[in-house]
Every structure is written in C-alpha cells, then in structure tokens.
C-alpha cells in the first residue's frame, strides 16, 4: 500500500529552467509534507516542508505547493543549477499522535540538471 | 554540530550470517529511527525509539531483525540470519524529540549487500 507516490522515476532539465517534481498521496490523516534530497551514498537532507494548513511555502530557490483536495504536492525549484541533480523524496507525517514524526516516503524522483 | 554517525559504510555478508550495524546520533536527541530503503523504493521505517523506549516497531520483521538502544544514545540494528532481500540501505536518523520532523537527520547510511 503505497501511501505516498512519486510517478515520475527521473526528470531532466536544462540549468536555469525549472524544475517541478510531483507527490500525490492517498491518506488524508497526514497534515505535514517535507521533501528531502539525497545525493549518491550520503543520507537524505531535509529541504523543504509544508503544513497541511499552508498551500504554499518558500525558501529561496524553492518553493513548496500543496492541494490538499487533489492530495497532491509539488516542489518548484528556480531556477535550476547543475548541483540541484539528486534524488528528490517526498514525506508526509501525522504530527500529532503518538507516532508523529513517523515518515511515510514516496519511491524517489532523480533530477539531473543539464548544462 | 556533529551530525548522525553510522558504521559501517558498507557491508557484503552470505546469506544466513549474521550482520550488526552501529548508529550514534546527535547529541541530545531523544529520538532514534531506524530506515530500510531497497534500491528503488523509498526508506521505510523499521523502528523508533524515544530515549531507549520502543515507540514503533511494527514494520520491523521480528523473526530476524532486533535493534537496541542500551542507555538512551546509540543504538544497534541486527539482522540473525541475514536473507538475500535484506540487501538495502539501512539509515539512522534522530530528531531532538517525537513531532519535531524539522531536526530529523539522516546519517549516511550502511549499504548492505547478502549474497
């Protein structure tokens, strides 16, 4: 039962364009959204996150949207840059219950940014 | 500050051995998380501990994994006997304590291989 998915396996784009990475999730109980970034053979690194009461977040060069009706989540990155490449994943969590920082992880998006 | 600490780095085992990895985490978190993530897939949660309780453990498969967190600070993952779908990367995490998902850092993880 994937809870979290990310249907787009890699994504390539030019330096300087933007990137967008999509997220959809299935259940409705989560209220807090973050992405992480993991570059080869290190740990994720938290980037990004979102409150289920916010649409929209920023910091910097990223930028997070939420549509909480359509389940749906999405990561802007502009513009992009060559060290942006890495693999993008989506998380969502239910903060307050026993649990809360539990993370649910999508299956990973690898963006390559192209020179 | 020192970030999360996880050894070894790498690991190639035969299936049915038996394999230990270590994990320190930031100092004063009180919370501890073991991830599992097979190539592919995101990581997925095996357990957590709150200092050296137990808080989810329920993904963890109990005939063959165990982990530990002996005086609420590092902790020990096992796997007795190692199968050839354990092969993954096991990550740590901490956070200074449950709900607070924006301290959650990774280490880099222990890349296991069972052949």
């Known amino acids: 039962d994937q809870q979290v998915k990310q249907n787009s396996p890699s994504l390539s784009v030019q330096e300087g364009r933007i990137s967008i990475l999509n997220c959809d999730y299935t259940n409705s109980m989560f209220d807090y959204f973050l992405w992480y970034k993991k570059y080869p053979a290190e740990g994720p690194t938290f980037l990004i996150s979102i409150s289920s009461i916010k649409d929209k977040n920023e910091d910097g060069r990223f930028t997070v949207f939420l549509n909480k009706s359509a389940k749906h989540l999405s990561l802007h990155i502009v513009p992009s840059q060559p060290g942006d490449s890495a693999v993008y994943f989506c998380?969502?969590?239910?903060?307050?219950?026993?649990?809360?920082?539990?993370?649910?992880f999508g299956t990973g998006t690898r963006l390559q940014v192209t020179l | 500050e020192a970030g999360v600490a996880q050894s070894p780095r790498y690991k190639i085992i035969e299936k049915r051995q038996s394999v230990a990895f270590w994990c320190n985490p930031i100092?004063?978190?009180?919370?501890l998380y073991w991830y599992q993530q097979i190539l592919g897939q995101g990581p997925k949660l095996l357990i957590q501990?709150?200092?050296?309780?137990?808080?989810?453990d329920s993904q963890l498969p109990k005939d063959r994994f165990s982990a530990e967190r002996l005086k609420g600070v590092d902790s020990t993952l096992k796997i007795q006997p190692a199968k050839l779908e354990d092969s993954a990367v096991y990550l740590c995490?901490?956070?200074?304590?449950?709900?607070?998902?924006?301290?959650?850092?990774f280490g880099s993880g222990t890349r296991l291989t069972v052949v």
């Open positions: 501990f709150q200092n050296n309780g137990v808080v989810d």
């Open positions: 100092s004063g978190h009180a919370t």
């Open positions: 998380a969502a969590t239910r903060r307050f219950t026993g649990t809360a920082s539990k993370l649910t």
């Open positions: 995490a901490s956070s200074p304590e449950g709900g607070k998902v924006y301290g959650y850092t």
